[in-house]
């Protein structure tokens, strides 16, 4: 990437460019240069799993926003702020950096032991020591607050998706930047939707997850997830269901433990136990606790109401590891990780996968190159993780409703109108949706094409610039 000039705006994705995972991007203007998340790949380990930080100087960045704590957008800040020349300030929101600790705690642990034990020591990205010593050099930023950092301005907006996401607006010398970060535009159960900022902006980055595609209204989605668990059970199937240990499995569990004490009579009182097999998740309870007051309205009232915390659930216990479960008659377990990859949920589904009556509920998005992904193909067989000569009969069940909490094409659309940037830039989507968001919105705004007010989208691919001349337009205030 060429020295910023004083006129252009430059972008370049180190990650998530036309693909989901590994989310980096770095935006310069007027010789500021803004890192946005630090995340790795799902679907790689190592190294191999990092944003291509070899092809930038990360000596040069100023700041580095995190808009929220999952994997593929947080994972690899320990490495980049220990491990490489970077020597900018990092900011989070409260609840992010509260869960961000534990939750990156766990990755060195399971990136440590590995799937694959060839993954040496000096494979892992990082140690518990320098997950510490970052810790304490990660600044926080509330909601609605804007911080300025030699020149550079940025204000924290809510994003729903989950607990602590943020959209960052960003303003240097008087352009004005979007990321969205991931977002959802549905209120939800716990979350409120993610906000329009007061203020315009010049260049929108925004995710592009769902591409085209719509999602069905939540209610039938609830019932359908509901209605399938139980009728799983009813013919005494187990039934498993993959997520990410914290952010959307605390919703699953809200609609669940609802819907045993409206069916306690068939279901409560031990009938047909929940089970959420995550320490972490246990450990992270008081987290969602703490910060009730960052909710929306209808939980918050919950929380008043009943003085109890909605998120002690009475229908769901915790297990740390499968030695002290009973594997006896119908269950719902919820299991990390959310993608099927190693660990906890991937040793339940191959226990459970020949199984016919039971079921594998997949609510979360699935990566490219992830079991995961391939299970929705409805193999025949899968390879078992201690052994991938060893092919494991799979006659379970397999559906997907999907609980992720990213905009769908019209929730997406609808938010871009009201950004009403010129300069649209796609990522955090594989190549096929992205294209086809591209496509949507070029013929939606196809009336401003030849005129000054012309809408540009860009789909960069990773480590492809995209430059936009802001030549004497922006005047800083
Ligand atoms: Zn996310």
Same mark, same amino acid.
């Given at each position: 990437m060429s020295q910023a000039s004083n006129t252009s705006f430059k972008f370049f994705a180190l990650g998530g460019g036309n693909e989901v995972g590994r989310s980096c991007h770095i935006i310069q203007y007027k010789g500021k240069t803004i890192m946005l998340d630090a995340g790795v790949h799902p679907a790689y380990q190592g190294m191999? /799993? *990092?944003? @291509?930080? =070899? =092809? @930038? =100087? *990360? /000596?040069?960045?100023d700041i580095l926003l995190i808009s929220h704590f999952h994997l593929d957008h947080a994972a690899s800040l320990p490495y980049v702020m220990q491990r490489t020349p970077f020597k900018g300030r990092v900011f989070m929101t409260h609840p992010t950096k509260a869960i961000y600790r534990w939750l990156l705690r766990d990755f060195v642990r399971v990136t440590a032991i590995g799937v694959d034990s060839t993954l040496a020591a000096e494979e892992s990205l990082y140690t518990d020591e320098d997950l510490a010593e970052s810790f304490d050099k990660i600044e926080t930023i509330d909601y609605h607050s804007t911080v300025e950092v030699n020149g550079i301005k940025f204000t924290a907006y809510h994003a729903g998706h989950v607990l602590g996401a943020a959209m960052f607006q960003i303003e240097i010398a008087g352009l004005k930047i979007l990321f969205t970060g991931d977002y959802s535009r549905e209120m939800d159960r716990h979350l409120n939707s993610a906000e329009v900022p007061p203020q315009s902006s010049d260049i929108l980055v925004v995710e592009s997850t769902f591409g085209t595609a719509t999602h069905e209204p939540r209610l039938h989605r609830e019932n359908k997830l509901t209605q399938l668990i139980h009728t799983t059970v009813g013919r005494g199937g187990r039934v498993l269901m993959p997520v990410f240990a914290l952010g959307r499995a605390q919703e699953l569990m809200l609609i669940l433990d609802e819907y045993w004490q409206k069916h306690s009579d068939e279901l409560g009182s031990g009938q047909v136990p929940i089970f959420y097999a995550s320490d972490l998740a246990r450990k992270c309870m008081s987290v969602f606790q703490t910060y009730v007051n960052m909710m929306n309205d209808d939980i918050r009232k919950k929380f008043r109401d009943s003085q109890t915390n909605p998120f002690i659930f009475k229908n769901i216990s915790y297990l740390k590891n499968l030695e002290e479960f009973q594997d006896f008659g119908p269950s719902v377990m919820l299991a990390s990780p959310g993608m099927l990859q190693s660990g906890l949920s991937r040793d339940l589904l191959e226990k459970w996968c020949p199984e016919q009556k039971n079921l594998v509920l997949i609510t979360g998005y699935s990566v490219e190159g992830t079991m995961a992904k391939y299970i929705m193909l409805e193999p025949d067989t899968i390879p078992a993780i201690g052994n991938p000569e060893i092919n494991i009969p799979r006659r379970c069940q397999v559906e997907e409703i999907s609980f992720a909490a990213h905009v769908d094409f019209q929730e997406n659309l609808e938010f871009i109108e009201k950004i009403n940037a010129q300069n649209i830039i796609l990522v955090h989507g594989e190549s096929n949706p992205m294209g086809r968001l591209k496509s949507a919105l070029l013929s939606n705004f196809s009336s401003t094409k030849g005129t000054d007010n012309e809408v540009h989208v860009y789909n960069p691919r990773n480590c492809v610039e995209v430059a936009l001349e802001y030549k004497g337009i922006k005047v800083a205030k």
């Amino acid at each position: 990437m060429s020295q910023a000039s004083n006129t252009s705006f430059k972008f370049f994705a180190l990650g998530g460019g036309n693909e989901v995972g590994r989310s980096c991007h770095i935006i310069q203007y007027k010789g500021k240069t803004i890192m946005l998340d630090a995340g790795v790949h799902p679907a790689y380990q190592g190294m191999a /799993s *990092l944003p @291509f930080y =070899d =092809d @930038f =100087d *990360l /000596s040069t960045v100023d700041i580095l926003l995190i808009s929220h704590f999952h994997l593929d957008h947080a994972a690899s800040l320990p490495y980049v702020m220990q491990r490489t020349p970077f020597k900018g300030r990092v900011f989070m929101t409260h609840p992010t950096k509260a869960i961000y600790r534990w939750l990156l705690r766990d990755f060195v642990r399971v990136t440590a032991i590995g799937v694959d034990s060839t993954l040496a020591a000096e494979e892992s990205l990082y140690t518990d020591e320098d997950l510490a010593e970052s810790f304490d050099k990660i600044e926080t930023i509330d909601y609605h607050s804007t911080v300025e950092v030699n020149g550079i301005k940025f204000t924290a907006y809510h994003a729903g998706h989950v607990l602590g996401a943020a959209m960052f607006q960003i303003e240097i010398a008087g352009l004005k930047i979007l990321f969205t970060g991931d977002y959802s535009r549905e209120m939800d159960r716990h979350l409120n939707s993610a906000e329009v900022p007061p203020q315009s902006s010049d260049i929108l980055v925004v995710e592009s997850t769902f591409g085209t595609a719509t999602h069905e209204p939540r209610l039938h989605r609830e019932n359908k997830l509901t209605q399938l668990i139980h009728t799983t059970v009813g013919r005494g199937g187990r039934v498993l269901m993959p997520v990410f240990a914290l952010g959307r499995a605390q919703e699953l569990m809200l609609i669940l433990d609802e819907y045993w004490q409206k069916h306690s009579d068939e279901l409560g009182s031990g009938q047909v136990p929940i089970f959420y097999a995550s320490d972490l998740a246990r450990k992270c309870m008081s987290v969602f606790q703490t910060y009730v007051n960052m909710m929306n309205d209808d939980i918050r009232k919950k929380f008043r109401d009943s003085q109890t915390n909605p998120f002690i659930f009475k229908n769901i216990s915790y297990l740390k590891n499968l030695e002290e479960f009973q594997d006896f008659g119908p269950s719902v377990m919820l299991a990390s990780p959310g993608m099927l990859q190693s660990g906890l949920s991937r040793d339940l589904l191959e226990k459970w996968c020949p199984e016919q009556k039971n079921l594998v509920l997949i609510t979360g998005y699935s990566v490219e190159g992830t079991m995961a992904k391939y299970i929705m193909l409805e193999p025949d067989t899968i390879p078992a993780i201690g052994n991938p000569e060893i092919n494991i009969p799979r006659r379970c069940q397999v559906e997907e409703i999907s609980f992720a909490a990213h905009v769908d094409f019209q929730e997406n659309l609808e938010f871009i109108e009201k950004i009403n940037a010129q300069n649209i830039i796609l990522v955090h989507g594989e190549s096929n949706p992205m294209g086809r968001l591209k496509s949507a919105l070029l013929s939606n705004f196809s009336s401003t094409k030849g005129t000054d007010n012309e809408v540009h989208v860009y789909n960069p691919r990773n480590c492809v610039e995209v430059a936009l001349e802001y030549k004497g337009i922006k005047v800083a205030k």
